[in-house]
């Protein structure tokens, strides 16, 4: 047989031929079907193979495969591949092809059926013309199908490049999605914190998980900003041609935002600091990247629910056609919890949360006291009022606590002489103001004094001195993230100006060095009465009130931070000690931050036949808190105490506007979801 000047080598075994450079013409060279027998000598020829229909596959002089054939129908190896990858690979990817072409060819014979049974006209017609069996399709019909198979064609030719393109990709085992975490094995690799990033890690490896929080390509190059709670730095990953390739780039560039991945990256110094993330004096140059988690589409984006309000007044400025940051309202925000708890200002929020938690345990620990956990579901209100949550209890009815405060009491009834709790507090009131709700967590505590239930205010005192200034030393970070997205004065919590007794000389506990501002209600009183308000005696302050009581105590002693003593008795609990002095007042307090209450306490009444009384005045039944009464027959110690609200107090401290910016899911009389 003759032989035309080609290369034929078959499948196995593989001839070795000297080495020879691929023919110029191999990326036009048509194919043409031609049966030959396996050659017993060598060609050599500047033209490309041509393909037998025996399943062969062809190989120069350095075993680079060109074609292959298999049932007539020939597949092109693109030369890159053919010139540049080992026999194995041009194997993996012949098969690959193979299958997809059967598979294929099989849809597309289909799909030609349909158009070809579409055209016809069955030859038997009625006696009015038209046919009396299948009826040809419309040309919409007809048109719909060819769509299909040009579809179906085009796919086919992508995969076939894409199949390519991964077979020369260079950094193919650098990215990709990682399988299933179903702790199939623990390497023991290190990871590193955002937080920890800085200049000494300069140039030295560093593996991270982080998510990513945005990303954006510019010509070879892809930016990311990554995320670890309230740590966030720069990420760049950039195309070198030899770890990082192009299909690299465009694979992480999809990467949707809020998706998690580990990423093996250097720390670089940056040329200027990076002003939108929190690390800002290097960056990560990125060399592996993988996806560990995909994150579907959000409700909203993380970045626009961490816009402070001073852009969205600067983009008011904007001519309508420039494109604009969307607001997240509260709302939104409170139904998708879970994407706003994500934004570093919200992870700073709960830190100092967090810390006011963790200090007030600090402080109390080192004063003696004890930390309880007292039942939540109780058999009669302990607040003696109608703000109660009611529920079934097997046969009978219970409630849930409004406070700890029968417990506290009969804790200094059994000696534990100083105890606290850090737990849910639950109030039926059907309010929907910026600063109440029907849960909240509670900070309680109660403890006997010797002679004075002023021992216990001067406690209150160093415990809200101790915690302010340990916030400022040590969450600075966190308040300067916070006060970026809601900026926030200063809080001024000891008196800045001289405290002089409203009714002529010293006050006492006033103007003490070192102590927080101490008023009696009737200063308050006055004081209100001087700016012009109206207000009884006896009368209780409304949230209203409250506040401008709080301007005029800033304007005139330069606090924020400042105490009410000796609150009228009627409008306190039963449970309150009167004014030994004054039966109108009692021996009971609230303590203020800018202006509106963040904790209410009192002496109690220690006496069994006096807090018989006082509860029989205040139309409790007495039976209904037996056990409570009980406690006291035998021989109680004097004591006070009081109750904070913990988010009231991080909502008032940072200025935050609303009770439901720092419970993690706020529950009013609207809202029990997420």
């Not at 079907?33 to 033209?47: C, F, G, I, Y």
């Not at 009625?126 to 719909?144: F, I, N, T």
């Not at 967590?441 to 101790?466: K, S």
């Not at 009980?630 to 009770?659: C, Q, W």
């Amino acid at each position: 047989m003759e032989y035309e000047e080609y290369t034929y080598y078959p499948l196995f075994p593989v001839h070795q031929t000297q080495a020879s450079n691929p023919p110029s013409s191999a990326k036009s060279a048509k194919v043409v079907q031609k049966a030959v027998p396996t050659p017993a000598h060598v060609k050599k020829s500047p033209l490309a193979p041509v393909v037998p229909k025996d399943p062969l596959y062809f190989l120069d002089g350095e075993e680079r495969a060109l074609y292959y054939d298999f049932s007539g129908v020939d597949i092109v190896v693109p030369p890159q591949m053919a010139y540049s990858s080992t026999p194995a690979v041009i194997k993996s990817y012949l098969e690959q092809q193979q299958q997809k072409r059967s598979m294929s060819t099989t849809a597309s014979r289909g799909i030609e059926s349909e158009i070809s049974v579409a055209k016809e006209v069955s030859p038997q017609e009625s006696e009015g013309g038209e046919p009396a069996g299948e009826k040809k399709l419309s040309k919409a019909q007809l048109k719909k199908l060819e769509k299909e198979q040009k579809k179906k064609e085009t796919a086919e030719r992508l995969a076939a490049e894409k199949a390519a393109a991964d077979a020369n990709d260079c950094s193919k085992e650098f990215y990709g999605d990682k399988p299933l975490n179903m702790s199939q094995e623990r390497s023991g690799a290190p990871r590193t914190l955002i937080s920890d990033l800085n200049e000494s890690l300069v140039n030295k490896n560093v593996l991270i998980n982080v998510r990513v929080q945005n990303s954006s390509a510019k010509g070879k190059q892809l930016f990311l900003v990554l995320r670890q709670g309230k740590d966030t730095v720069q990420g760049i990953l950039a195309v070198d041609n030899t770890k990082v390739s192009k299909q690299m780039l465009k694979w992480a560039s999809g990467i949707s935002n809020e998706s998690i991945v580990l990423i093996d990256a250097t720390v670089v110094k940056t040329p200027e600091p990076v002003k939108r993330c929190t690390v800002q004096l290097v960056e990560l140059k990125i060399h592996k990247i993988y996806r560990t988690s995909a994150a579907e589409r959000l409700p909203f984006g993380v970045e626009d629910a961490a816009r402070p309000e001073s852009e969205f007044v600067e983009q008011e400025k904007l001519p309508e056609t420039e494109s604009k940051f969307s607001r997240v309202n509260l709302d939104t925000r409170l139904d998708n919890r879970i994407i706003d708890l994500r934004t570093i200002t919200n992870h700073s929020i709960f830190r100092v949360q967090s810390a006011i938690s963790l200090l007030f345990r600090e402080f109390l620990d080192s004063e003696r006291f004890i930390e309880i956990h007292s039942p939540k579901i109780i058999g009669a209100a302990s607040e003696g009022g109608a703000n109660v949550f009611k529920v079934s209890y097997f046969k009978t009815d219970a409630y849930l606590a409004q406070s700890p405060q029968f417990y506290k009491q009969m804790c200094i009834c059994a000696d534990f002489e100083r105890v606290y709790e850090i737990a849910p507090v639950f109030r039926a009131e059907l309010s929907f103001s910026h600063r109440h709700m029907t849960e909240f967590m509670g900070l309680d505590l109660e403890m006997a004094f010797e002679e004075h239930y002023h021992e216990v205010l001067d406690l209150f005192d160093d415990l809200f001195i101790f915690i302010f200034e340990n916030l400022e030393k040590r969450y600075g970070k966190e308040l300067e993230i916070v006060g970026k997205q809601y900026p926030f004065e200063k809080f001024v919590y000891l008196p800045t100006k001289g405290v002089e007794g409203l009714h002529g000389g010293k006050k006492e506990g006033c103007g003490r060095p070192g102590k927080c501002l101490r008023l009696e209600y009737k200063d308050a009183i006055a004081l209100l009465r001087a700016a012009g308000r109206t207000i009884g005696d006896e009368e209780d302050m409304n949230t209203e009130t409250e506040r401008f009581l709080g301007s005029l105590v800033k304007e005139k002693f330069g606090t924020d931070f400042y105490m009410l003593d000796k609150f009228p008795l009627s409008i306190r609990p039963f449970y309150t000690m009167p004014d030994p002095h004054n039966q109108v007042y009692s021996n009971s307090y609230d303590f203020f931050i800018r202006g509106e209450e963040i904790l209410s306490g009192a002496q109690r009444i220690h006496d069994p036949k006096l807090l018989t009384e006082r509860v029989k005045a205040h139309g409790v039944d007495p039976a209904t808190i037996q056990p409570y009464l009980d406690s006291f027959k035998y021989g109680t110690p004097p004591h006070a105490g009081g109750g904070i609200g913990l988010e009231r107090v991080v909502m008032l401290y940072l200025n935050l506007g609303n009770i439901r910016r720092t419970s993690l899911f706020p529950r009013d009389p609207k809202r029990l979801n997420p």
